[in-house]
């Protein structure tokens, strides 16, 4: 049963266009999202959050959009650079009822920006 | 900055060894979480732990095993490894508040051969 989804496995987009990673959710008890990047033999890295009492955050390039009544949260990287071709993970929490901290991920969207 | 580490980079034992991995965090977080990532499965999360000497299952914990017996570490457990874990094994950190980002060590790439 996979509660948040990425049914894109790879992207490929030119250099200076926008990127849009898509991400789907089933539960609705999740009140927080997160997106990860992570390059080859590497850990992820924090992007970008979102609350689920919010439709947009912002930092930098980097926009996240959340539409719960869809379940859908997307990550745009304008303008796309090389360097953001990387693997791209959102995740999902319930920290309002569990506070475990628990992360559901997706499967993961490949990016790749050409030069 | 929060820093993660993790024992190894890369790992190779044989089929039965009891492989020991460990993670280190410095920034005194409550909250450690062992995943493993395998291609086209995301992340996985094994087992977590929300206080010293305190530890949950998670999604995939059977043929491992934890320990927390300090605040900073976090150890997994292979009691026996088999070819099936194989992987990429990665240590995360959070600190018990109302945010939910996790810090993440490098990894350690796993082959039982």
């Known amino acids: 049963d996979q509660q948040v989804k990425q049914n894109s496995p790879s992207l490929s987009v030119q250099e200076g266009r926008i990127s849009i990673l898509n991400c789907d959710y089933t539960n609705s008890m999740f009140d927080y999202f997160l997106w990860y990047k992570k390059y080859p033999a590497e850990g992820p890295t924090f992007l970008i959050s979102?609350?689920?009492?919010?439709d947009k955050n912002e930092d930098g390039r980097f926009t996240v959009f959340l539409n719960k009544s869809a379940k859908h949260l997307s990550l745009h990287i304008v303008p796309s650079q090389p360097g953001d071709s990387a693997v791209y993970f959102c995740a999902a929490s319930d920290l309002g009822s569990s506070n475990t901290g628990k992360l559901i991920f997706g499967q993961g969207t490949t990016l790749q920006v050409k030069p | 900055d929060v820093k993660v580490t993790q024992s190894s980079r890369y790992l190779v034992k044989r089929t039965g060894e009891k492989v020991f991995l460990e993670c280190v965090q410095d920034?005194?977080?409550?909250?450690m979480f062992w995943y493993r990532q395998d291609p086209g499965l995301g992340l996985r999360l094994i087992y977590f732990s929300y206080d010293v000497k305190m530890k949950e299952k998670g999604d995939i914990p059977e043929g491992y095993s934890v320990s927390r017996e300090k605040k900073e570490r976090f150890s997994l457990i292979l009691e026996s490894a088999s070819t099936n874990q194989t992987s990429m094994y990665l240590c995360a950190s959070r600190y018990s508040g109302t945010r939910a980002e996790q810090y993440f060590g490098p990894g350690t790439r796993l082959t039982v051969t």
């Open positions: 979102i609350s689920s009492i919010k």
């Open positions: 920034m005194d977080h409550e909250n």
